[in-house]
């Protein structure tokens, strides 16, 4: 039996043969290595169509057991956690894995004095501290499914989170830090909660120490009731496919979709893709600076270092607070070993020089990692060379919320890499390039939409309480395929370039938003008739959004009425979604059917209006002239 700890070249090429040849036989191995109440009888049972995959099935397990108990032995004294503030003169917070293990008992005992219980959907809306890492494994712990709400997000948007999962229950802090500001996050839940009569309980983490409303019987303080919590706090039996948690992530159409992972494939997903993309080695401190919120935090600040024994650094503050050598200060102060981060946070440190990076050594870098969007050349090497002195492997990891971990990604120090590409599938991932007929390209220098076409044990299972959106949204349009929304390029050698998003998915800062979500919030605006919203290329954030907004009468401010926009999406959606240009139209571009041609609107937010195509087809073609006259 081997585990599949790929060291070399010849590894990888002997793996990835035999996770093809018999994947169920290369992953039973994998998953061998995990402590399980009861192995499986079935590795893997799976459908496309329908789809249903289940991975492990009849394997009992709890993965908190896997993240901790499972290390007490060999690694009790050993980091689990650094905790970094976002102001770099408060204490830093240290737990072992004993301490961390003690913690997720504690809380999960809080948790069930406070009611919750298996399968209850628990919604986590916390900034980044320790505590919102204890409370993710907390629910694990006692089987409640988390749905963890990126504590950006606006009060409307948590709310529809909530609903759409019926959650009982809210675990939240007093108020959060970022950067220079503070941000009263009990208010947003307090007001999402208008709308949200399944929740019964809210645990509120002091970590301002503001005083703040609490609605007796509903909401109690966690300091207070973790006095009265046990320090041991039994793992709940779960099945392999039971629910772990939901991540809601946006779509080209409708709301935001709830992404189901489950317990069993999810784990041995994140430990296997975690130890060999980043090779950690025993005593290495590994930083992924992403929130928790998104899934780059769920898979791997938390689970996949965690299951791995790994120490994971986890990081309160921004890349720019107080100036913006911050991350590499924190490097310095912490040893980090394993660094990993989005293009749009080394694109915004890029721009204030390389003074701020120059200042620290750096010297304890091994490896540097990239995820969230296509990183460009410039990005690249500026990384490369400044931050990782040419000596660290560059691992541009692709893979998305569905997947639960990496997908495309060289194997840091071991298999090639190539600057603004993602390279190889890791082994057990077999990626195809689609034509627009949904015929495989079999060639290399090539290009297509990428699919994945067999199943891996991180994969989405479902939407949650809507299996028909999975369907329709990742595998009706390419029959027997999981189509993946990316297009991508395949060189010569076989390595693949992740193109972006074909499908009206905007990524702004490795953030998804659908274009239909942020125009739905725009036309919430008392003043807008109609809107259409398009992404192009933003030096920091890669995309930008643009937005074309029909008025109901000529704004007297248009000034005035831009920034009536911009507090609307923020309120909709949240500030991260705000557009960042927003041209005021009298018509849009329609067709005779009256579809939208983004196409032309792209072309004009990207400023390239020289070779529109055609717009005979226009039922107004005159409006083009007026929008190209208008641009910004
Ligand atoms: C989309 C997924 C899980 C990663 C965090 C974002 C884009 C992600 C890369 C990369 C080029 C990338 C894709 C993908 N993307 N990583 N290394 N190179 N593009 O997760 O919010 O689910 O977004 O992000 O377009 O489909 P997400």
Redesign the pocket.
């Known amino acids: 039996m081997t585990n599949y700890q790929i060291k070399t070249f010849e590894d990888y090429q002997e793996a990835y043969k035999a996770s093809v040849e018999d994947p169920a036989g290369f992953w039973a191995d994998i998953a061998g290595t995990f402590k399980w109440h009861k192995k499986w009888n079935t590795v893997l049972e799976w459908d496309f169509e329908k789809p249903d995959v289940k991975w492990f099935v009849g394997a009992k397990l709890n993965i908190t057991e896997n993240c901790l108990d499972r290390h007490l032995k060999t690694r009790g004294n050993k980091l689990a956690l650094i905790w970094e503030s976002n102001d770099p003169k408060e204490r830093f917070i240290r737990y072992t894995y004993r301490e961390l293990h003690e913690k997720v008992c504690q809380f999960a005992n809080v948790l069930k004095n406070n009611g919750a219980k298996k399968g209850d959907r628990i919604c986590i809306y916390m900034p980044m501290i320790p505590e919102l890492a204890i409370a993710v494994l907390a629910c694990a712990r006692i089987g409640a499914v988390h749905s963890v709400v990126f504590a950006g997000f606006s009060a409307a948007s948590m709310a529809d989170r909530i609903q759409d999962a019926d959650c009982s229950m809210v675990l939240t802090s007093d108020g959060l830090n970022r950067g220079a500001k503070q941000i009263p996050v009990k208010r947003v839940v307090d007001e999402a909660l208008q709308t949200c009569p399944s929740v019964k309980k809210v645990i509120v983490v002091e970590r301002l120490g503001w005083a703040v409303n609490m609605v007796e019987g509903r909401d109690v303080w966690y300091h207070e009731e973790v006095v009265n919590a046990a320090k041991e706090c039994p793992a709940e039996e779960m099945d392999a496919e039971d629910i772990l948690f939901i991540l809601y992530?946006?779509g080209s159409t409708g709301k935001p979709k709830g992404?189901v992972h489950t317990v069993g494939g999810y784990m041995v997903y994140s430990q296997y893709s975690f130890s060999n993309v980043f090779q950690p080695e025993e005593s290495d401190v590994f930083w992924c600076t992403?929130d928790i919120g998104?899934?780059?935090g769920h898979?791997y600040l938390l689970y996949g270092p965690l299951l791995n024994g790994t120490t994971t650094l986890m990081f309160e503050g921004i890349p720019t607070y107080p100036d913006a050598g911050r991350f590499w200060q924190v490097v310095d102060k912490f040893g980090v070993n394993i660094f990993y981060t989005?293009?749009t946070a080394i694109r915004s440190l890029m721009g204030a020089g390389e003074d701020h990076v120059l200042s620290y050594s750096l010297d304890s870098l091994k490896v540097l990692g990239?995820?969230?969007?296509?990183?460009n050349e410039e990005a690249w090497y500026w990384y490369y060379i400044h931050v990782g002195k040419e000596e660290c492997p560059l691992v541009?990891?692709?893979?998305?919320?569905?997947?639960g971990?990496?997908m495309?990604?060289s194997l840091a120090g071991v298999t090639p890499t190539k600057p603004?590409h993602?390279a190889f599938p890791l082994p057990g991932i077999q990626p195809v390039l689609l034509d627009s007929d949904g015929k495989e390209i079999t060639d290399n220098e090539v290009e297509g939409y990428?699919c994945m076409k067999f199943p891996w044990p991180g994969m989405i299972r479902t939407t949650y309480g809507d299996h028909e959106r999975c369907r329709l949204s990742y595998f009706s349009t390419y029959k027997g395929y999981y189509f993946?929304?990316?297009g991508a390029k395949r060189n010569k050698d076989g390595l693949y370039r992740?193109?972006?998003?074909v499908d009206d998915?905007i990524?702004v800062s490795?953030?998804?938003f659908g274009t239909a979500e942020i125009e739905e919030a725009i036309n919430h605006n008392k003043h807008v008739v109609e809107s259409a919203v398009v992404g192009y290329p933003h030096d920091v954030k890669g995309q930008g959004i643009y937005a074309f907004v029909i008025c109901n009468e000529p704004p007297r401010n248009v000034d005035h009425l831009r920034a009536e926009i911009v507090e609307t999406v923020a309120k909709k959606i949240g500030k991260i979604a705000k557009p960042d240009k927003i041209q005021i139209v009298s018509g849009l571009p329609k067709t005779r059917s009256g579809k939208i041609m983004r196409r032309i609107l792209r072309k004009v937010a990207e400023g390239d209006t020289s070779n529109l195509g055609d717009t005979a087809t226009l039922l107004d073609p005159d409006i083009v002239d007026e929008i190209v006259k208008g641009a910004l």
């Open positions: 992530t946006s992404v992403a998104w899934i780059t898979t989005a293009p990239s995820v969230g969007e296509p990183i541009d990891t692709w893979w998305q919320t569905e997947t971990g990496i495309i990604s603004s993602a990428l993946t929304g990316d992740i193109i972006g998003r998915v990524n490795g953030h998804r």
